[in-house]
């Protein structure tokens, strides 16, 4: 038997999928779209020799500072109408016109159409008329936003765009939408890079750059460097479910059975388990490893609270939980619920096995009876057998002896079961001497 839960393996890679993450807008705020006032003071410190300081007049900026108000107020058809004033407007500057269309991105980005958003945001940072730093974090903008979109591969030019141009040292959180891109992309080595470079900038350990590493790794099959990360994961965040269950996976794959057993039943213990497949494996695994009065307790509170399905498998699993605990007066009632859910009659053949257990004569032969008239059976002379052996139990002689005659149709059986044959002769012919 092997142990439940080695198909984690499979999904390994599925249950950690790293998620694309919330645009988080850089340099300038959603619902604020242009602090105008730092604008204008970092425009003056980056400004070049020889170009003109670019600052909004009193007209422009009250238009803007306006449409920002209404986009915190949700009003957006009101935002995009006082912008459109700076567009169409013959006295606005060509800096005005772009400062307008970017905050018009914004505006859209309010409404959820990212698509709307990047084409004003392109527009806006290919203008040429605004200040490099801004530019620079639109491209990042555009990265993240491509991203969301779907649109990997323009990502990915966005984001070498500005890692190329971006001055100084780029942040923990650049290196992981870098990472993340690429994971998209499926360069797992130029993820890999990117991702722990942003781990090694990061204050603290970030859970999703984590899982992106772990999926680089798990992708790859290198489970003896996923361990040590999962199992600090595992404990750095202990109530995060897909932890645990990749660890488990890892503790399989390189061949920690034990180990990948008792994280499960930290699962358990921590009832992350929710699932009737989840609770009936957990089961699966108690019984494996010898505990069955734990599978028992496991399955009977499951369908008894409706959290594991009332199945013909799961109530087979509790009568075998049962059975080797030696409970078999417990074993009784889910063993007729399995066998009346069954088209086969195994299982009403081990409900008179557990009758016989407790020298419940007539409910034996009723079991069997039903075994053989349902079918299906892998050894239906044994069955025979045994119907003729608990016929005996009640002094069915003719019965008896006709149920042995069945099965010793079968060489298997016949030996045993014409010996019996010949001890009820021998039976009835003392009692009609004496």
Not at 77 to 83: I, Y
Not at 174 to 179: H, Q, R, T
Not at 294 to 318: C, P, S
Not at 417 to 422: D, K, L, N, Q, Y
């Amino acid at each position: 038997m092997h142990p439940p839960f080695k198909h984690f393996r499979l999904v390994a890679v599925l249950a950690l999928a790293v998620m694309v993450q919330p645009v988080v807008w850089v340099g300038l705020a959603p619902t604020g779209a242009l602090d105008v006032q730092a604008q204008e003071t970092r425009q003056k410190k980056e400004k070049p020799k020889g170009r003109r300081s670019q600052v909004l007049s009193k007209r422009a900026y009250a238009i803007i500072e306006d449409a920002q108000n209404r986009l915190t107020e949700e009003d957006y058809a009101g935002a995009l109408s006082q912008l459109q004033q700076i567009r169409d407007g013959a006295k606005f500057s060509a800096y005005e016109k772009a400062v307008a269309v970017q905050t018009e991105g914004f505006v859209y980005a309010g409404q959820g159409d990212y698509a709307k958003t990047i084409q004003a945001f392109e527009k806006a940072a290919n203008s040429g008329d605004l200040p490099p730093r801004v530019v620079s974090d639109l491209i990042y903008n555009l990265a993240q936003l491509n991203l969301a979109e779907g649109r990997s591969a323009r990502a990915l030019d966005y984001i070498t765009r500005w890692f190329a141009t971006v001055e100084g040292e780029p942040t923990a959180d650049a290196y992981g939408l870098k990472a993340q891109i690429h994971l998209v992309m499926e360069d797992l080595t130029a993820a890999e890079q990117a991702v722990r470079k942003a781990l090694s900038k990061a204050e603290e350990p970030r859970q999703n750059w984590t899982r992106l590493l772990l999926s680089v790794l798990l992708q790859q099959e290198r489970y003896g460097e996923a361990r040590p990360i999962l199992e600090d994961a595992a404990l750095r965040w202990p109530g995060v479910k897909a932890f645990w269950q990749q660890l488990t996976a890892v503790y399989y794959e390189v061949d920690e059975e034990k180990l990948a057993f008792v994280t499960q039943q930290i699962m358990h213990r921590q009832k992350m388990l929710k699932t009737s497949k989840e609770l009936s494996s957990i089961a699966q695994l108690y019984l494996y490893h010898d505990i069955p009065i734990k599978a028992a307790a496991v399955l009977q509170a499951g369908l008894d609270a409706g959290r594991i399905e009332k199945t013909e498998k799961n109530y087979e699993l509790l009568a075998q939980a049962y059975m080797h605990a030696r409970e078999w007066d417990k074993a009784i009632s889910p063993l007729t619920a399995a066998a009346e859910k069954s088209d086969k009659g195994r299982f009403y053949e081990q409900l008179g096995q557990s009758y016989l257990q407790d020298e419940k004569w007539r409910d034996a032969e009723e079991a069997f009876v039903n075994a053989l008239n349902k079918g299906g059976l892998r050894d239906a002379a044994n069955t025979w057998l045994l119907l003729g052996i608990t016929r005996t139990r009640v002094e069915k002689w003719d019965a008896a002896i006709a149920a042995f005659r069945k099965a010793g149709d079968d060489d298997e059986t016949a030996k045993d079961a014409f010996r019996w044959i010949r001890s009820i002769e021998r039976q009835l012919a003392a009692q009609r001497r004496g």
